[in-house]
């Protein structure tokens, strides 16, 4: 069984930034995609920000220019580096990793809150 674990998370004040971290316990093969997800109290999880196989990338309108995200395939990891964070970015992020074969593994979540 895959795990996912992410960490990185934590409190910033407006304007700061966090890199989140999020390490497969074991190789996974087939890989389709990389994504971070994340879900504010008493919202909807929302997309965030996706890498796929061949490094492409994709971002909510709302991280746009401010989000980054990464990979590093030798070592299972997908990263997000996140700048200039707005208190409305306060979620827990989650990090999911789709497989050719229609597998997704989840994360178990870490918390950021952005406040003064």
């Known amino acids: 069984q895959v795990q996912l674990v992410e960490s990185g998370g934590g409190l910033v004040q407006p304007g700061g930034s966090l890199r989140l971290s999020c390490a497969a316990s074991?190789?996974?093969?087939?890989?389709?995609?990389m994504v971070w997800h994340r879900q504010a109290p008493g919202n909807q999880r929302e997309l965030v920000a996706t890498?796929?196989?061949?490094?492409?990338?994709n971002y909510a309108d709302a991280v746009k220019g401010r989000f980054t995200i990464s990979r590093d395939n030798a070592k299972n990891t997908v990263y997000l580096q996140m700048n200039s964070l707005k208190p409305e970015a306060t979620a827990v992020y989650y990090c999911?990793?789709?497989?050719?074969?229609?597998?997704?593994?989840w994360g178990q979540g870490t918390q950021v809150t952005v406040s003064s």
């Open positions: 999911m990793i789709n497989t050719v074969l229609g597998g997704n593994y």
């Open positions: 890498i796929t196989s061949n490094g492409s990338t």
């Open positions: 074991r190789n996974i093969s087939g890989i389709n995609a």
